[in-house]
């Protein structure tokens, strides 16, 4: 969602808070702005569109200041405008609050402080934080803030600053994530690590009901009931070329060839070859409590819900363990079964997801173990769940989650084979489907060897405006994504199906002008699928089919054919979705879409 940044120290903060917000800029991107503090007081600069429009405002104000705050902005209450954008001021002019959340009862607060004499200017909920700050303050910010956040209800990352104390930031969270960043006679505070690593990789993530109050020399920390909190400073091990494009002109680009190499991080010092198993030792629980599984439960939202299907697939087929997947929305609100054998697992890339979290509260409500697969280091899901996976694969920016899909789905598979080992699986099988595992990144790096391919693929068909995803089993849930990815940048209308339910209702849409994608791998329903494409074929429409290498059947059925390598039936999706990854980067180049910055999206979605 919304980007946080803030600086207090000795250099000038405008440029620290432009360059942290175009870190950030992949968190929310409609309204940007800026408060920094001066002599002559407050001074605020913001407006409705990117960045580098209030980049391009500040260029003639020469700000000298060294403490500021800045935000970017996804609107939930309120247009995306230079009024409603960040930061919102008190009546005097003299607090700046930006905030990520929803204050859930800003009604029933602003019309109390409406009440009370205060002013408006904006139909933001975040502007009654700044008056209700206004209202208890005296002389002691920190204090207003603190008191100001007991009568909020819903969830806030804020950062406020106050003209009577230059050299204080005021941060506190309750369900969106902060961190304050310790430096040399400076400190930080943001969203997101990636807008201050460039500054300094020592930070401490605020819990929720946490308070910091930041100067240039020092932090502390209390609970908003004002307990003081002793800060665990952790070292931040991504480095700054991960975070940057590295030649590629898209960071979705990069992140999709990063994928040979995230794969084996997701896998390194994980496998068992010579057993035929898998090492997971951050579940944390005793060798009895895996064997006593007798049912899984997988949530997520977005792409990691995808990838959970696939590991419903892979449990339930390797592992003979009932699985049932979840969107995190709908678990939180109704009443799921638990009971001593289930466990939850929560799969998120950013392992801030608000409705994911919710689902991991509501699974350590009802007593049970939910367990996190997440790619952020110390985010609140990794934080609160009892134990996890981290899938390692590096700060991911582009908005459509790319590399961290395929990680997910290694790590689900490492999973698979961990707790089939202790069922019923062979050593020879788990070491058959290990061995497959380890050639994947190899295989990966050959399908991007001809990305060139998809391009020429995507310039045939980049002007079509609706398209069919097709796939059986395994690869269903492969399709799905496919066609997520190309709804997502591209704004293409695309509908992912299991192949055959397309006879079910779909294939009323089919002519020539929907183009079908269809997963006809070298499987067990290969034949099945070769059927479908015949009907699609029937009624005119053109199909791109994702095949298996040396299938010499497919290519005069088809219109393009984009050949994989032959992998285990199980590991297919490892490699099928690459080239549905790029055919969606390549059309919505072609339509010159924002790749990745898709309108009305986010990367992380710390709202309801
Ligand atoms: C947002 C992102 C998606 C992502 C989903 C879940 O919608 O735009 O790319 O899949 O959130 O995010 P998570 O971080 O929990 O995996």
Not at 161 to 166: A, F, N, R, T
Not at 533 to 542: G, L, P
């Amino acid at each position: 969602m919304c980007g946080i940044v803030g600086y207090v120290g000795k250099r000038k903060a405008v440029p620290i808070l432009i360059e942290g917000l175009k870190r950030l800029e992949y968190r929310g991107y409609d309204s940007a702005g800026i408060a920094v503090l001066d002599k002559e007081g407050l001074l605020l600069e913001k407006t409705a569109g990117k960045v580098a429009i209030l980049e391009n405002l500040l260029k003639n104000k020469n700000f000298e200041s060294t403490t500021g705050i800045a935000h970017t902005r996804w609107a939930t209450h309120g247009e995306p405008t230079d009024l409603n954008a960040h930061p919102h001021l008190d009546c005097k002019s003299k607090i700046a609050v930006i905030h990520n959340g929803i204050i859930e009862n800003y009604r029933s607060l602003r019309e109390l402080l409406l009440r009370k004499g205060h002013h408006f200017t904006s139909d933001t909920d975040t502007e009654v934080l700044a008056h209700l700050i206004e209202e208890y303050y005296k002389d002691d910010l920190t204090k207003a803030v603190r008191v100001a956040l007991s009568q909020v209800e819903g969830t806030y990352g804020i950062a406020v600053v106050c003209s009577d104390h230059p050299d204080l930031i005021v941060a506190a969270r309750h369900g969106s994530s902060l961190v304050v960043g310790r430096g040399d006679k400076e400190n930080f505070v943001a969203s997101d690590v990636s807008a201050i690593l460039r500054h300094t990789n020592q930070v401490v993530y605020l819990e929720d009901k946490e308070v910091a109050s930041v100067t240039s020399k020092k932090f502390c920390i209390t609970t908003i009931d004002n307990v003081e909190v002793t800060p665990q400073i952790q070292e931040i091990s991504w480095t700054l070329d991960q975070i940057e494009k590295g030649g590629f002109p898209h960071f979705m680009l990069k992140e999709i060839f990063e994928q040979s190499s995230t794969l084996q991080n997701a896998m390194r010092g994980r496998i068992n070859q010579e057993e035929g198993t898998t090492r997971l030792n951050g579940l944390n629980l005793l060798y009895e409590e895996l064997h006593h599984i007798d049912r899984v439960i997988l949530t997520a939202c977005g792409t990691s819900w995808h990838a959970a299907m696939i590991g419903e697939y892979l449990i339930e087929d390797l592992a003979q363990v009932p699985v049932e997947v979840e969107y995190a929305s709908e678990f939180r609100y109704r009443s799921p079964i638990i009971n001593d054998g289930t466990v939850v697992f929560a799969i998120s890339q950013s392992g801030e997801t608000a409705d994911t979290l919710a689902a991991v509260r509501e699974t350590k409500r009802k007593g049970a173990t939910a367990l996190g697969i997440c790619n952020v280091v110390g985010s609140t899901i990794a934080r609160e769940t009892d134990g996890g996976v981290y899938i390692h694969a590096g700060p991911e920016i582009g908005v459509a989650s790319t590399k961290a899909f395929t990680s997910q789905i290694a790590v689900l598979t490492l999973l698979a084979i961990f707790l089939a080992r202790m069922r019923g699986m062979s050593v020879e099988r788990g070491k058959e489907i290990t061995s497959a595992l380890k050639e994947i990144p190899s295989q990966v790096e050959n399908i991007l060897k001809k990305h060139s391919y998809i391009k020429e693929i995507a310039s045939q068909y980049y002007k079509k405006n609706n398209f069919l995803y097709l796939g059986r089993g395994i690869n269903f849930p492969a399709a799905l994504e496919g066609a997520l990815k190309l709804k997502e940048i591209s704004y293409i209308h695309a509908e992912g199906y299991p192949a055959a339910e397309m006879k079910h209702g779909p294939i009323a849409l089919i002519d020539e002008n929907m183009p079908a994608v269809v997963i006809a791998l070298k499987d067990n329903v290969y034949d099945k699928v070769l059927s479908n494409i015949e009907e699609i074929k029937a009624r005119k429409a053109k199909v791109i089919a994702i095949a298996t290498e040396g299938d010499t059947q497919i290519e005069d059925r088809v219109d393009q054919v984009f050949f994989i390598p032959k992998t285990l039936e199980q590991l297919t999706p490892l490699l099928s979705i690459i080239p549905l990854q790029l055919l969606a980067y390549h059309m919505a180049v072609l339509r010159g879409c924002d790749i990745d910055q898709p309108r009305n999206l986010a990367k992380s979605v710390t709202v309801e």
